[in-house]
């Protein structure tokens, strides 16, 4: 194999190098798959390994695939013996085979999500805690942060403050859920990397085979370790140093996963004499692309600097959309698709829609249906297809019609009212055999000695259902929505366990739907249509949700791609719209009521969008946003102020509806852009200004909270986020953080000289 011909001179110097440690940092579409399996080939074919001394890791099951059938096919299936895994998997195969010697046997069972929730619910119920005081979500992420620094349920015990009821409990819950896991022989996820560190720490004899085993080691996508995955490796390693870590501090996204940016940061001072090769040549996007990439990702600090660059040429400049509102906006991206496909030089398959939050796609798609584009939501589903959506939407039947029994099942016991299914299975029963609605049963639930057990819940859930009803012609239709919200509980459902990231989502999807109800008002009201009635708006949602349905099954690929921004990482397409770039949405407010590492990493999100781009990049912001049923008018996202001039193009304004909002000239020139460019810069830097005054004005002797001291499992009140556990502690002196899960929140990173904690 002609190795030099095949590799540009950056790759082929990760390839051949092969002694030692080395660092590759590849840069978005610079060819890491291609430099990882070509580095397997050169090492049997060229330097004579076996296939067996091989192991080479990477995160996803599909990219194991990926990186398995181009070796095969590089060495003509030459990889037996060869370890080409996911974490997981290469955890699994080796506690199956040693698993007596920590305890378990090796049939151990492997718990998913569910059934370890369904654990951590039996220990609350054993350790009689309240789920409203100390819900089962805030434990499971406590647990799994706990477990992510490789801190045990007894070095949590000694951290926490055993005086603090919650503290207490948070520690004995840990204890209890690791105690019956290995009790039942079972381990989540967590634990397999737990499990295969501790079989390395109690039976060196093991590490040490294993080391002798795999004496060339390789790891993709390094930025997303955690230090669980950071200690495996580097145990492995630890005989022959022969590490190959592949990844991209500047694609560091999941820290919400545990992931931790320091391992890839720190690698080259922690490997005594590293090789550091930089993977800059990209072979996806134009350099226009490319030079927006570079420049956004550039006011990041502490980063390993490399700049991309490409033999494709300057292409296309991106386009800079700024739209009156979320309609416009989505109005505009189909413009832009249909005209592209008309003209027959693209198909819908080209495009792609990223936003940063799922709950932004709902205007997207409604616009898609509207002209009758297919599409496809990636890695989720279209937004009147969500669990949630549909729940709501029966709830909202049922008090229309509360013969609907189709809805009414659905919804009975969502959120839980302990309405086991064998009650409602013979409450259907009765129903049936009495020729009359779901509902009436309910309603005279406590007459049926056969519902007993559940009866009183029963007659309570159909009396507040009633209840409910009565006001649905009293109020519009978006203050009926909030009050659904608040009488049945299916919102605060969800922002209890906010720490849960699917649960923060579907908590903002039922927000939106508010969005939906105040813009089908609108719409009535500017078609002349004062008679707005409740039995009009579900009948609305019907048609839209059946449309949408209709619009996005197409049997064929061909279809335009809804995506997060989180879930394109690893894509890319011919044309790429980034939409909702407004401070609050992108970067999140979470993110900028947290910390500067929070805004970084929202700026490698950033940074990962454009990249997705191989032609044509748009990047659309608003002058105002219905979202979660509140209109509000934000400021550009502050990373549009970091865009190259010479690589963005604005809008004429005649393109815009003429709505008498300032925008771009049709003659697009540098200084009209860097005008624009400036007005957000100034205030950006003015900000930043402010931000560095207050903090200089401030010393630990003027600051009693610096003074204070925190525990790891101590509850703390915020006077936003409420009360959480303190979950780790980082750096010291004037920006000591603590990095709290709070109850309705989630995780948040906060600096204890400006958080103003208080004993809850």
Same mark, same amino acid.
């Given at each position: 194999?002609?190795?030099?011909?095949?590799?540009?001179?950056?790759?082929?110097?990760?390839?051949?190098?092969?002694?030692?440690?080395?660092?590759?940092?590849?840069?978005?579409?610079?060819?890491?798959?291609?430099?990882?399996?070509?580095?397997?080939?050169?090492?049997?074919?060229?330097?004579?390994?076996?296939?067996?001394?091989?192991?080479?890791?990477?995160?996803?099951?599909?990219?194991?695939?990926?990186?398995?059938?181009?070796?095969?096919?590089?060495?003509?299936?030459?990889?037996?013996?060869?370890?080409?895994?996911?974490?997981?998997?290469?955890?699994?195969?080796?506690?199956?085979?040693?698993?007596?010697?920590?305890?378990?046997?090796?049939?151990?069972?492997?718990?998913?999500?569910?059934?370890?929730?369904?654990?951590?619910?039996?220990?609350?119920?054993?350790?009689?805690?309240?789920?409203?005081?100390?819900?089962?979500?805030?434990?499971?992420?406590?647990?799994?942060?706990?477990?992510?620094?490789?801190?045990?349920?007894?070095?949590?015990?000694?951290?926490?403050?055993?005086?603090?009821?919650?503290?207490?409990?948070?520690?004995?819950?840990?204890?209890?859920?690791?105690?019956?896991?290995?009790?039942?022989?079972?381990?989540?996820?967590?634990?397999?990397?737990?499990?295969?560190?501790?079989?390395?720490?109690?039976?060196?004899?093991?590490?040490?085979?294993?080391?002798?085993?795999?004496?060339?080691?390789?790891?993709?996508?390094?930025?997303?370790?955690?230090?669980?995955?950071?200690?495996?490796?580097?145990?492995?390693?630890?005989?022959?140093?022969?590490?190959?870590?592949?990844?991209?501090?500047?694609?560091?996204?999941?820290?919400?996963?545990?992931?931790?940016?320091?391992?890839?940061?720190?690698?080259?001072?922690?490997?005594?004499?590293?090789?550091?090769?930089?993977?800059?040549?990209?072979?996806?996007?134009?350099?226009?692309?490319?030079?927006?990439?570079?420049?956004?990702?550039?006011?990041?600090?502490?980063?390993?600097?490399?700049?991309?660059?490409?033999?494709?040429?300057?292409?296309?400049?991106?386009?800079?959309?700024?739209?009156?509102?979320?309609?416009?906006?989505?109005?505009?991206?189909?413009?832009?698709?249909?005209?592209?496909?008309?003209?027959?030089?693209?198909?819908?398959?080209?495009?792609?829609?990223?936003?940063?939050?799922?709950?932004?796609?709902?205007?997207?798609?409604?616009?898609?249906?509207?002209?009758?584009?297919?599409?496809?939501?990636?890695?989720?589903?279209?937004?009147?297809?969500?669990?949630?959506?549909?729940?709501?939407?029966?709830?909202?039947?049922?008090?229309?019609?509360?013969?609907?029994?189709?809805?009414?099942?659905?919804?009975?016991?969502?959120?839980?009212?302990?309405?086991?299914?064998?009650?409602?299975?013979?409450?259907?029963?009765?129903?049936?055999?009495?020729?009359?609605?779901?509902?009436?049963?309910?309603?005279?639930?406590? *007459? =049926?000695?056969? +519902? @007993?057990?559940? #009866?009183?819940?029963?007659?309570? /859930?159909?009396?507040?259902?009633?209840?409910?009803? %009565?006001?649905?012609?009293?109020?519009?239709?978006?203050?009926?929505?909030?009050?659904?919200?608040?009488?049945?509980?299916?919102?605060?459902?969800?922002?209890?366990?906010?720490?849960?990231?699917?649960?923060?989502?579907?908590?903002?999807?039922?927000?939106?739907?508010?969005?939906?109800?105040?813009?089908?008002?609108?719409?009535?009201?500017?078609?002349?249509?004062?008679?707005?009635?409740?039995?009009?708006?579900? *009948? =609305?949602?019907? +048609? @839209?949700?059946? #449309?949408?349905?209709?619009?996005? /099954?197409?049997?064929?690929?061909?279809?335009?791609? %809804?995506?997060?921004?989180?879930?394109?990482?690893?894509?890319?397409?011919?044309?790429?719209?980034?939409?909702?770039?407004?401070?609050?949405?992108?970067?999140?407010?979470?993110?900028?009521?947290?910390?500067?590492?929070?805004?970084?990493?929202?700026?490698?999100?950033?940074?990962?969008?454009?990249?997705?781009?191989?032609?044509?990049?748009?990047?659309?912001?608003?002058?105002?946003?219905?979202?979660?049923?509140?209109?509000?008018?934000?400021?550009?996202?502050?990373?549009?102020?970091?865009?190259?001039?010479?690589?963005?193009?604005?809008?004429?304004?005649?393109?815009?509806?003429?709505?008498?909002?300032?925008?771009?000239?049709?003659?697009?020139?540098?200084?009209?852009?860097?005008?624009?460019?400036?007005?957000?810069?100034?205030?950006?830097?003015?900000?930043?200004?402010?931000?560095?005054?207050?903090?200089?004005?401030?010393?630990?002797?003027?600051?009693?909270?610096?003074?204070?001291?925190?525990?790891?499992?101590?509850?703390?009140?915020?006077?936003?986020?409420?009360?959480?556990?303190?979950?780790?502690?980082?750096?010291?002196?004037?920006?000591?953080?603590?990095?709290?899960?709070?109850?309705?929140?989630?995780?948040?990173?906060?600096?204890?000289?400006?958080?103003?904690?208080?004993?809850?």
């Amino acid at each position: 194999m002609d190795y030099k011909n095949e590799l540009n001179d950056r790759q082929y110097e990760a390839v051949v190098s092969t002694e030692g440690p080395v660092l590759v940092l590849a840069g978005a579409g610079s060819g890491k798959t291609r430099v990882l399996t070509y580095r397997i080939a050169y090492l049997v074919g060229e330097c004579g390994v076996a296939p067996h001394n091989i192991m080479a890791i990477t995160f996803t099951n599909k990219a194991a695939r990926e990186m398995r059938e181009r070796t095969e096919r590089l060495l003509n299936g030459n990889v037996s013996g060869m370890w080409l895994n996911t974490f997981h998997s290469a955890c699994g195969k080796i506690l199956r085979a040693n698993a007596e010697r920590i305890g378990f046997t090796s049939n151990f069972v492997i718990y998913d999500d569910s059934e370890a929730t369904a654990v951590i619910k039996d220990c609350q119920r054993r350790l009689n805690i309240d789920d409203k005081r100390l819900s089962h979500g805030t434990i499971k992420a406590v647990i799994s942060k706990q477990k992510d620094e490789m801190i045990t349920p007894e070095q949590f015990t000694d951290m926490s403050d055993q005086k603090n009821y919650d503290s207490r409990m948070l520690a004995m819950c840990y204890q209890m859920y690791r105690d019956t896991l290995r009790k039942n022989n079972a381990m989540d996820f967590d634990d397999m990397l737990i499990n295969t560190l501790e079989l390395f720490d109690k039976c060196p004899d093991v590490l040490e085979n294993y080391q002798n085993r795999f004496k060339y080691i390789m790891v993709d996508e390094y930025q997303d370790t955690n230090q669980a995955q950071y200690l495996f490796v580097s145990k492995l390693a630890a005989k022959y140093h022969n590490l190959c870590v592949v990844g991209d501090d500047d694609q560091s996204i999941y820290s919400f996963r545990g992931a931790d940016i320091r391992n890839i940061l720190n690698f080259e001072k922690e490997n005594r004499n590293c090789k550091v090769i930089k993977l800059e040549q990209n072979y996806r996007s134009t350099q226009h692309i490319l030079d927006a990439a570079n420049k956004v990702i550039a006011h990041n600090s502490g980063r390993k600097s490399k700049s991309l660059w490409t033999a494709k040429g300057s292409g296309d400049k991106i386009v800079h959309y700024t739209a009156y509102n979320q309609n416009e906006e989505a109005d505009y991206v189909v413009r832009e698709i249909r005209k592209g496909v008309h003209s027959g030089d693209m198909n819908y398959s080209d495009y792609a829609v990223l936003y940063r939050a799922n709950a932004l796609s709902k205007n997207i798609e409604n616009s898609l249906v509207k002209y009758n584009i297919p599409y496809k939501i990636y890695g989720g589903l279209r937004f009147y297809d969500r669990m949630e959506i549909k729940d709501l939407i029966s709830y909202l039947r049922v008090f229309n019609n509360p013969a609907d029994d189709v809805a009414l099942k659905r919804i009975i016991n969502v959120p839980k009212r302990g309405i086991g299914q064998t009650s409602i299975n013979k409450a259907i029963e009765i129903a049936e055999r009495e020729n009359t609605s779901l509902f009436n049963i309910l309603l005279s639930a406590t *007459e =049926y000695p056969e +519902l @007993s057990r559940s #009866a009183q819940k029963m007659f309570e /859930t159909a009396l507040k259902f009633s209840e409910i009803m %009565l006001q649905a012609d009293e109020m519009s239709i978006p203050d009926f929505i909030q009050r659904v919200f608040d009488e049945t509980g299916m919102l605060a459902a969800y922002e209890k366990e906010d720490s849960q990231i699917e649960d923060q989502a579907r908590a903002d999807n039922l927000r939106e739907f508010l969005s939906v109800a105040k813009e089908y008002e609108q719409e009535q009201r500017n078609m002349g249509n004062e008679d707005i009635t409740y039995a009009g708006f579900l *009948e =609305y949602v019907s +048609l @839209s949700s059946d #449309a949408d349905t209709k619009s996005s /099954t197409d049997d064929d690929n061909n279809k335009v791609t %809804l995506m997060t921004i989180h879930s394109s990482k690893g894509l890319e397409f011919p044309v790429v719209f980034i939409i909702g770039t407004e401070d609050g949405i992108f970067p999140s407010y979470r993110s900028i009521d947290e910390s500067p590492d929070a805004i970084s990493e929202e700026r490698r999100l950033c940074y990962v969008a454009i990249t997705r781009a191989m032609r044509k990049l748009y990047i659309i912001n608003t002058e105002e946003r219905m979202l979660y049923g509140k209109t509000s008018r934000n400021q550009p996202s502050r990373f549009l102020c970091e865009l190259p001039a010479s690589s963005v193009e604005g809008i004429n304004q005649k393109q815009r509806n003429t709505r008498g909002t300032p925008g771009f000239g049709s003659n697009f020139e540098s200084r009209q852009y860097e005008t624009a460019n400036s007005f957000l810069e100034k205030q950006f830097n003015a900000e930043k200004k402010a931000q560095k005054t207050s903090v200089s004005l401030q010393t630990p002797a003027d600051n009693e909270e610096y003074l204070k001291d925190f525990e790891i499992g101590q509850r703390v009140k915020h006077k936003k986020f409420g009360i959480g556990t303190v979950s780790k502690i980082l750096g010291d002196g004037m920006n000591k953080t603590l990095e709290i899960v709070f109850d309705d929140f989630g995780m948040k990173r906060l600096i204890i000289a400006y958080a103003k904690l208080q004993n809850p």
